[in-house]
């Protein structure tokens, strides 16, 4: 048992190795904030970190 981020265990999840226990004693999701300085121009690994949150956020909402 343990209390570890669904991101971070989502393979596992997905391949059945895992399943969600205690499931009404999960705490509330914290919201996650992308920032960036405007006018500047986005490295490639900072583009491809949100679309990767994005895809991951989507697919929880499933």
Sequence with gaps: MGGLPSLALENDLLAGR???ILTEYAPMPHPIHLLHLPGRRMPAS???FIAF???S???RKK
């Design 18 to 20: 895992l399943v969600h």
């Design 53 to 55: 949150v994005r895809k």
């Design 46 to 48: 900072l583009r491809a």
């Design 57 to 59: 956020h989507a697919l």
